[in-house]
């Protein structure tokens, strides 16, 4: 499944402090906005910046929904046992 909810953190374009976090679809994101939300650290409206939260997790988790197999890269056989004993998933 692609991944299509995305979770925005909002954040204060003045002192950075964070305004809280939503989740938009994918296709309704907006990173940019001119619309002013109230800070309580600097005590005014300011505008607001937002940036996608853990965006390479999100990345990862897409890529792993993948159907089919995981990519083989070049793991010779020595080091497939090596990782396989010291229990790394193989
Ligand atoms: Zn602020």
Redesign the pocket.
Known sequence: MPITDVTIIRR?A??S?QFGIMTVKKDNMRLMTNDLTW?D??GKE?REVRDIAEREDAVVAEQASYPGNPPVDDVTAAEFRRRRSAGIGV
């Open positions: 204060c003045l002192c402090g800070c650290h600097c300011t």
